[in-house]
């Protein structure tokens, strides 16, 4: 029996590689969602500004 190896997981250290790929793919999925979010803060205030100036919507309040 003592002859007998049985195969262990070896712990390796981290894999700088890998690291760099995770962290990019992280890093290009995170400034895709903040770009979507600002095109999509962008597109409300050209909206809000194009109603302003064609007259549809006031920024002064309506007296009653």
Known sequence: MAG???????LKGPSVVKELVIGLALGLAAGGLWKMHHWNEQRKTRTFYDL?????????????
Not at 4 to 10: D, F, G, Q, S
Not at 52 to 64: D, F, M, N, Q, Y
């Open 4 to 10: 007998h190896k049985v195969a262990h997981a070896t």
């Open 52 to 64: 302003l100036e064609r007259g549809e919507i006031s920024v002064v309040a309506a007296e009653e």
